[in-house]
């Protein structure tokens, strides 16, 4: 099992910067690939940003340039840093981890990200 517990969500006037984190615990060992999705009213959950050990990193189109996905490995914790916020980035973001060779996956609780105009 991986608990995943994000932190770092809040209120920011746009064009401001955020950096949530998640921090992981249990069989961290078994994670392949870790990601930010983020689910706004009435919209469906997308992908942010996930990186992978093989793979490297990968953005939705609507973030690149403005957001980065890091992780501290000594640590257990993946970040996403937020640059350039807008309006249309509110939502509340989960962090995601999966296990590729079992297909298990494990999600965060979510933390709100709002950025007023």
């Known amino acids: 099992q991986v608990q995943l517990v994000e932190s770092g969500g809040g209120l920011v006037q746009a064009g401001g910067s955020l950096r949530v984190s998640c921090a992981a615990s249990?069989?961290?060992?078994?994670?392949?690939?870790m990601a930010w999705y983020r689910q706004a009213p009435g919209k469906q959950r997308e992908l942010v940003a996930a990186?992978?050990?093989?793979?490297?990193?990968n953005y939705a189109d609507s973030v690149k340039g403005r957001f980065t996905i890091s992780t501290d490995n000594a640590k257990n914790t993946v970040f996403l840093q937020m640059n350039s916020l807008k309006p249309e980035d509110t939502a509340v973001y989960y962090c995601?981890?999966?296990?590729?060779?079992?297909?298990?996956?494990?999600w965060g609780q979510g933390t709100q990200v709002t950025v007023s105009s």
């Open positions: 995601y981890a999966r296990n590729n060779f079992l297909a298990l996956t494990y």
């Open positions: 990186i992978t050990s093989s793979a490297g990193t």
């Open positions: 249990g069989r961290i060992s078994s994670i392949n690939t």
